[in-house]
């Protein structure tokens, strides 16, 4: 069984358009993340979900709009797409009460704007 | 500043050791992280240290910490070409939600 899944995996789109990816973990945590890995491998965090309320919203531009519509997912929605934005997006989940701490990722979503 | 420092590479011979090396920031951070990232994979917890403790053994794996400098370096002993990664730091920021703060990654390429 797949912890945490995105879909979708490949995304090639036009600048100027909006299109939205999707992450769901059955791991039962309460903490939902976004990341930004970028052709570098260097992994930013974006956005972080604590039962879907937003907790930690890094520099992002207002066109990135991520959505919780339960603990168990947590979707990123992208308007007006750039050149820029082409990267590897990273939904991980995590619990908050727990030892460590540890970090759940998904497989990541590669997007290409052309 | 949040920057978490890592040499970009590091290649080395199978059956040799290998030493990944990070340089954090927070001095508060409570625990602190080896990810591995695997060609066209997410990041998996690797092994983590608690920051009152010196060195972690976990089988072919050693973690060292070093708090007074902010270093910490990731042992792989007897390296086999499966270890081929990238290697991700990272430490949790300690003043609030669980922010982990990733390294700039070392890609670790492992000559058969």
């Known amino acids: 069984d797949t912890a945490v899944s995105q879909t979708p995996k490949y995304l090639v789109t036009q600048m100027g358009n909006d299109k939205s990816i999707k992450c769901e973990q059955n791991l039962g945590h309460d903490t939902m993340y976004w990341y930004k890995q970028d052709s570098k491998k260097f992994l930013k965090i974006m956005f972080s979900y604590n039962n879907k309320e937003l907790i930690i919203n890094e520099t992002v531009p207002n066109r990135f709009s991520p959505k919780s519509p339960d603990k168990a997912h947590l979707n990123l929605h992208i308007n007006s797409l750039e050149l820029g934005d082409s990267a590897v997006y990273f939904c991980a989940s995590s619990q908050e009460v727990t030892p460590i701490y540890e970090q759940y990722f998904g497989p990541g979503t590669r997007l290409t704007v052309t | 500043g949040e920057d978490v420092e890592q040499s970009l590479f590091l290649s080395v011979r199978e059956g040799d050791s290998s030493v990944i090396n990070c340089t954090y920031t927070d001095s508060s951070s409570t625990y602190l992280y080896w990810y591995k990232q695997e060609p066209g994979a997410g990041l998996q917890l690797l092994t983590y240290?608690?920051?009152?403790?010196d060195m972690k053994q976990d089988q072919r794996l050693t973690v060292l910490l070093n708090k007074k400098d902010k270093h910490l370096s990731l042992r792989i002993a007897d390296t086999q070409t499966g270890d081929s990664a990238i290697y991700f730091c990272?430490?949790?920021?300690?003043?609030?939600?669980?922010?982990?703060?990733f390294g700039t990654g070392t890609k670790l390429q492992v000559i058969p």
């Open positions: 990272a430490e949790i920021f300690s003043g609030g939600y669980q922010k982990v703060t």
């Open positions: 240290i608690f920051s009152n403790m």
